[in-house]
């Protein structure tokens, strides 16, 4: 009987791979070439233990630990201490998502386009298909953190040793197999595609939380995440082995409960309660905005909850950072940056970068979702009565700048709300809400682009992911690898003022809202002549 369950596993292993030949493969290498990338750099920007331990004496705050964790090694910051603390993390959330992407692509996805069940037609057994794609996400994780390992071994930096480098890519492939279960799991609990990548991501974005709360507060807190599991690894530092061995059988546990609650699910059924239809539709349900809400109102208030919790716990650090260096001589001759501003006004550009760009991936899922809708043949449906193509894309740039506003919204008022509860001396709440709306008209340029994509070439659609990436690589790191001012104007976001530290600049503001009107006016000409459809 077992036998018969997972009958057909290989060829369908095969498939999996051959629909992502390139994907999977891209994924990969930027990963490892990133990380070698940021490796060398670190050689090249701090050239001596002197210069080195000058930057860890600037990772000794709470707002850096809740960003990145706990440094490990600071006493001792070598090239490789240094790219475990202030890499891992951040590479492991995006190899996660990696993961969530992928396992919800081949599980809901397929199961709502029907392809699962011509699958299941076919002489496979039940549980093969979720057993294909279980099996092609571990071995890509195994690749990675090979290939990241021996890519970083490769530089011949003396700290960056072979143990190590196992060590930091092991964390890395754990995390994106502990993620791969999660969202098999979520797959099988949700009800349809949306809700089991929505539910996931809820799940990355609280880890993320749960583990910064954690390592800020109460360390024990940060082991009810597996971000804070694969940090205790201390790559580079003492290379432990039993966190990454802890992840990786807490991904077997989660694999095998996805099997488990597959073999037992109806196809097309999820074991989240779907609440029972109305008899007659909604009001809302009359316009194509109402539809594109309902289809997207599970999504926006789950990412609202992030970003609220994300700004409060990235507050509840910011009343400890005078005190922590009131003592460090070294840290107040460095942090002197914008005389006049205290240490926390300095770091609240910091933290709206970061919080900014996270509110851009809802922004730009909900103006991508009309790609989704169309490669799905639905888009025809309501294109095919009395609706307008400018109505239906008009919609879902209204939900996309509405989700913009949304998230700023609440990601300063987590951080204005909590911040100022642990601060004795408070910061007004316009001034955190003036740092967020700040990075509005950026926002604003990113859909912009989305829309000439859609109305153009809406196979390179899925291009804006890996500028967002650009983005948020430029933005966080430039300052600490000294890049180039250009580099930074490469990215809406390199032209965004940093409050409270900066003046409102409203001639960048201007020009980037105009740009992004003029984007959009051309993305809907190239929606209007195109056709619709595969």
């Known amino acids: 009987m077992t036998r018969h369950l997972f009958d057909g596993t290989g060829t369908l292993i095969r498939f999996v791979l051959r629909r992502d030949r390139l994907r999977l493969p891209i994924w990969l290498v930027s990963f490892a070439a990133v990380s070698a990338i940021i490796t060398l750099a670190f050689v090249g920007l701090y050239q001596n233990q002197e210069e080195r ?12 630990t809740a960003m990145v964790g706990p440094g490990y090694g600071l006493d001792n910051y070598t090239v490789g201490a240094m790219t475990a603390h202030e890499m891992l993390l951040m590479t492991a959330v995006v190899v996660g998502l990696m993961s969530i992407l992928l396992v919800t692509r081949h599980t809901r996805t397929d199961e709502e386009d029907g392809r699962i069940e011509m699958v299941r037609s076919l002489p496979v057994g039940r549980l093969s298909n979720l057993l294909s794609i279980l099996l092609v996400l571990t071995g890509a994780n195994i690749v990675l953190a090979l290939l990241t390992a021996f890519s970083l071994t490769a530089l011949g930096i003396d700290s960056v040793d072979l143990e190590g480098s196992l060590v930091y890519g092991a964390a890395l492939g754990a995390t994106g197999m502990v993620f791969a279960g999660i969202a098999a799991v979520c797959a099988q609990l949700s009800p349809n595609a949306r809700t089991a990548l929505g539910l996931s991501i809820t799940v990355l974005l609280l880890a993320y939380m749960i583990r910064a709360i954690g390592d800020v507060t109460n360390e024990t807190l940060s082991w009810f995440s597996p971000l804070g599991w694969i940090l205790r690894s201390e790559a580079y530092v003492n290379n432990y082995w039993w966190p990454i061995l802890l992840t990786v059988a807490g991904a077997v546990l989660l694999m095998a409960l996805a099997l488990y609650l597959n073999s037992i699910r109806d196809l097309g059924s999820g074991f989240l309660p779907s609440r029972a239809g109305k008899a007659n539709a909604s009001r809302s349900l009359l316009s194509p905005f109402g539809l594109v ?23 509840s650090v910011l009343g400890d950072l005078e005190l922590f260096f009131e003592d460090i001589d070294l840290m107040q001759q460095m942090i002197v940056q914008a005389e006049g501003f205290s240490l926390t006004e300095q770091f609240i550009p910091v933290l709206m970068a970061v919080m900014a760009i996270l509110g851009t ?68 709440l316009g001034m955190y809400y003036g740092s967020a709306m700040a990075y509005l008209p950026a926002m604003l340029a990113m859909i912009g682009l989305a829309v000439v994509l859609l109305g153009w070439a809406p196979n390179l659609a899925s291009a804006m992911w890996l500028y967002l990436a650009f983005s948020f690589f430029v ?29 409102m600049n409203y001639l960048n503001a201007l020009m980037l809202t105009v740009v992004a009107i003029i984007l959009t006016v051309i993305g809907f000409v190239g929606f209007n002549r195109r056709d619709i459809g595969r």
């Open 53 to 64: 331990q000058a930057m860890a004496e600037t990772m000794r705050n709470p707002a850096m």
């Open 475 to 503: 933005i966080y790191l430039g300052g600490l690898f000294q890049f180039p001012e250009w580099v930074g104007k490469l990215t809406p976001f390199g032209y965004v003022s940093e409050i409270p530290i900066e003046e």
């Open 361 to 428: 991936i809802p922004v730009l899922l909900a103006v991508l979702k009309l790609k989704t809708e169309e490669k799905s043949d639905r888009l025809e449906h309501v294109v095919s009565r009395s609706v307008s193509r400018n109505h239906v894309m008009g919609s879902y740039l209204v939900m996309s700048i509405s989700t913009g506003f949304i998230m700023l919204s609440l990601a300063a008022l987590g951080l204005g709300l909590v911040g100022n509860a642990m601060m004795d001396e408070q910061l007004s």
């Open 293 to 315: 809400f309902r289809l997207q109102r599970t999504g926006l208030i789950a990412w609202a909850v992030g970003l609220l919790l994300i700004g409060a716990s990235y507050g």
